[in-house]
């Protein structure tokens, strides 16, 4: 078995930064059964939902009340992931998507929470299906991570906020 992969996120988390899309950037840079090995500054909750879903366990060890060190071991190897469909346009228009069958409402959350919790929406909607989410400002972090994943967007501006429609790929 391979060692782990290190990603110290404390520096960043620190300044104030969002670590979410390097720590699933190295994510799916892993080898087949190797685990990630995550420093940060707190216990990073809604991750293991969202590594949970990839089949991930955890482990975490708090060293001086203050840093945190998380163990991701792969529960069983990864699937090939599927080749992803050409996303649509931010500024495409969204006529003839089926009815969104999922809502959510991340006003009022502060980052990385939006993200986390629509990643962890797209991961239970079937084929073809449709999430809708309400953001207070563009998710900018969040459109490589759809595409990765062959999600299809559409986002408009809705008062203060940003509507977006995302179709799970299949």
Not at 63 to 78: I, M, T, Y
Not at 101 to 123: C, F, H, K, Q, V
């Amino acid at each position: 078995m391979s060692e782990p992969l290190t990603l110290d996120v404390r520096e960043e988390l620190r300044n104030g930064g969002e670590p979410l899309p390097r720590i699933l950037k190295a994510v799916a840079s892993l080898a087949p059964g190797q685990a990630l090995r995550l420093l940060a500054t707190f216990e990073p909750l809604p991750l293991y939902a969202v590594l949970g879903r990839k089949g991930f366990d955890h482990e975490a060890m708090c060293h001086d009340g203050k840093n945190w060190e998380v163990l991701f071991s792969p529960q069983a190897p990864r699937p090939e992931p599927a080749s992803p469909a050409a996303p649509v346009s931010k500024e495409s228009c969204a006529g003839g998507w089926p009815k969104p069958s999922t809502y959510l409402d991340n006003r009022g959350l502060e980052p990385p929470e939006p993200m986390i919790r629509i990643l962890d929406a797209l991961e239970h909607l079937g084929p073809g299906e449709v999430l809708e989410a309400l953001n207070e400002r563009d998710p900018v972090f969040l459109y490589p991570e759809l595409q990765a994943r062959g999600a299809a967007i559409h986002t408009e501006k809705v008062g203060e906020g940003v509507r977006l429609l995302i179709r799970r790929a299949g």
